[in-house]
Each structure stands twice: as C-alpha cells, then as structure tokens.
C-alpha cells in the first residue's frame, strides 16, 4: 500500500449522508457532536432534504470549524451524492457514516491512537453488544494482509454504514470502481471498497468495540417501507456478489448468506414481520424464487411465513404494535 505521509491536521473525515432525518440529526448533535473534545476528526453533514429543518437543527448548534453542513437539490440520488461526498474529502482517512448509529467519538479517537490506525488500509469496527448469532462466525478481533480471508468474516458487519473507516488510497479507488456497482444501489459502497482493497492492499483491521449504538430516532428503513427487503437484500445483493473481483468469488455466495444470517433479517421473526409488512408475498417470491434459494439461509422460515394468509399477519402485526405502543405510554 502507498502510505499517504500524514503531516498534522485533522486524520479522518466523517460523511454523514442525510435526508429528512432531522429527529435524527437533532440527536446526533446533542448525544454525540457537541460532546466531542479531541482534534483528529472532522464532520460533514451531507443534505438533501427538501426543507431547512436540518440545516438550521446543525447551524444553530454553532458546533465550530470541526462540523460543516452541505447542501443538495433533493432530487439528487444518495448514492451519486455520498460518492461525490467521499471524493472530495482531504484527510488521510474517510469515515462514512450513517445518520442512524451514534459513536462516542472521544471514546474512537483514544481506540484509534491505541491501535496505531495509520498502519492500515481498511479499520472495521461493529457494536459489542450484536446478538449471538451475528457473531459467532467473527473473531472479536483480526488483524491481517490477507484480503480474501477478511472478505470472508468482515463483508457481512461491513455493510453498515459507520462499521468501517478506509484510507485516501482506498476511497479514491472507490470513488473510481463505483460505477459498475451502481446497479446494486444498497450495497454499492461496501462493494467498491472491497474492490478497490483487491488493488490497493492491506493491512486489515476489525474489532467489535463499546462506543457504537444506534440512533433511536431511526425509523423503519425505506426498502422496508417499499417493500424491496427481497428486491434488495435477495436479488441486488445476488447481483453485486457477482461483480466483485475474482478473488472473492469462491467465497462470495457464502458471504452473502453468512450476512443475511448475520443481520437477523431472515431468522424467523423477522420472517414473519416481513410477510405481515408485505416484504414477502407469493407474487414477490414467484417473482424472486431463483435468488431468494440462492440468498436466504433458513429457507424453511419462508415456506412456514408463506403459508400463513397476509390478512391474518396483518391483523396480528396491528396488534402487537397497538400492544407495544401502548406499553411505551405506561
């Protein structure tokens, strides 16, 4: 790896993409941006939301020089407007994050220095407290050249948004990649990453970590909203696997089943929320039988979800929120 010589100043560049998540970016300024004393990393919001709401929430905040806001039109696609993002930034690290996962980023700096993080080309980091299943097929921490063997534990935690932090080198290689993973548009960064680490090269790093959590103000993802959870994380996937440089691909299929085991998508109540959303239906899995076999580790889950009529899933699923909405009321 070419070393980027690193002569003061800020290290890591933090992109945080957004778009009418103002709850979450009010959250994000009072749990985690105002509480921030060290000088190794800078923020940048990046909105394209069609109202002022989040920049006046950021700009109010008067955080200083270490948080900049963006603006774009919002008819600008999140994933082109991330890139362009990441393309720009002038620190030896870039740090893309989510606006929904919170970081401690005192608690990161001092993790940083401790790890000598300027010896890597990629540092992967994931919330300690994931449930077993996610990660009994991950070593709490690895540190290694080998790029295929980190492929093969790390692709599935790294398609977070906020688990992982790549340098210049690797970014710039990205930006360049991207192109031919458009079509896969949820997982388009981690695939470009993975890409551009096939040329530029190690060292890895990975550690499950303390100071990550989730945003609370988070609402239900858009592809669930939409109802592409089999669109995305079946066929787009599938598709995206399949573009990765050859070195991966021995391994690709199974990584691709180890992360929708690893995300807790497809166990089985996640399943059976899916079919009361109307993620899953007959039509969908007619549609999508070929890449969901191919995709879906518990394929059992989706026969017995499959076989229970959407009205009766429906009604159930209006129950249990009705019973937890009222819990959160007492």
């Known amino acids: 790896m070419d070393k980027i010589e690193i002569t003061g100043g800020k290290k890591i560049t933090v992109i945080v993409p957004t ?3 103002s709850a979450c970016i009010a959250y994000l300024v009072k749990n985690c941006y105002r509480n921030y004393r060290g000088n190794m990393i800078c923020v940048e919001i ?8 989040t920049q006046k929430i950021f700009e109010e905040a008067n955080l200083g020089e270490n948080f900049k806001y963006f603006h774009y039109n919002s008819d600008i696609n999140g994933d082109v407007k991330t890139m362009q993002a990441i393309s720009k930034v002038t620190t030896p690290y870039v740090y893309l994050m989510g606006d929904g996962v919170v970081v401690d980023f005192n608690a990161l700096e001092q993790w940083l220095t401790e790890i000598d993080f300027e010896n890597y080309s990629i540092i992967g980091l994931r919330e300690n407290n994931m449930p077993k299943y996610s990660r009994r097929n991950t070593p709490e921490k690895f540190i290694a050249e080998n790029i295929r063997e980190y492929f093969n534990y790390y692709f599935a935690p790294l398609i977070l948004y906020g688990a992982s932090i790549i340098s210049k080198n690797i970014a710039l290689e990205a930006c360049r990649a991207v192109q031919k993973y458009m079509v896969v548009s949820p997982f388009m960064y981690i695939c470009s990453v993975f890409d551009s680490l096939e040329k530029v090269g190690g060292p890895c790093y990975f550690s499950y970590v303390d100071f990550m959590s989730f945003n609370p103000n988070k609402k239900a ?4 909203l939409s109802h592409q959870t089999i669109d995305f994380f079946c066929y787009q996937y599938y598709l995206g696997m399949g573009l990765l440089p050859v070195c991966y691909q021995a391994t690709s299929l199974a990584s691709l089943k180890r992360h ?3 995300s807790g998508l497809f166990r089985f109540k996640s399943v059976l929320r899916m079919r009361a959303t109307d993620n899953l239906t007959w039509k969908l899995y007619r549609k999508y039988k070929f890449y969901i076999k191919k995709t879906v580790p518990h394929m059992s889950y989706i026969y017995f979800a499959l076989c229970i009529p959407a009205f009766a899933m429906h009604g159930a699923y209006h129950i249990f929120k009705w019973f937890k909405n009222k819990r959160k009321k007492i």
């Not at 990046?46 to 709401?53: L, Q, T």
């Not at 993802?221 to 669930?224: G, H, L």
């Open 46 to 53: 990046h909105d394209s939301s069609p109202d002022d709401i």
């Open 260 to 262: 929708n085991d690893f």
């Open 221 to 224: 993802s858009y592809w669930v």
């Open 19 to 21: 778009y009418n998540r």
